[in-house]
Nanobody, 123 residues
């Protein structure tokens, strides 16, 4: 069982930056692919980024490439999402998730989810 707790969300002006964190419980954190998803009001949850257990491989959805960096610190059981040049359309609840599978964009492939952290970008 893995428990995930996100933090770092908040209200930020367009053009600003945020770093989201996701702290995981458990002793096998480095075994999991970690992903970030987001869900805007009235929309389906969408994939943002993922990183393999070792941290060597990452993958991003096209809409955030160049603005978002996913990273992890396995010694701290934590995964991060740095989001720069924030836009109002980035407003959403951001979720981290853990998967036993190789890197994947499919939410159904993730086995554990955090409760989410709200990011609101004002124009």
């Amino acid at each position: 069982q893995v428990q995930l707790v996100e933090s770092g969300g908040g209200l930020v002006q367009a053009g600003g930056s945020l770093r989201l964190s996701c702290a995981a419980s458990g002793r096998t954190f480095s075994s999991y692919t970690m992903g970030w998803f987001r869900q805007a009001p009235g929309k389906e949850r969408e994939f943002v980024a993922a990183i393999t257990g070792s941290g060597r491989n990452t993958y991003y959805t096209d809409s955030v490439k160049g603005r978002v960096t996913i990273s992890r610190d396995n010694a701290r059981n934590t995964v991060y999402l740095q989001v720069n040049s924030l836009k109002p359309e980035d407003t959403a609840v951001y979720y981290c998730a853990a998967s036993f599978h190789t890197i994947t964009t499919i939410s159904g492939s993730y086995d554990y989810w955090g409760q989410g952290t709200q990011v609101t970008v004002s124009s």
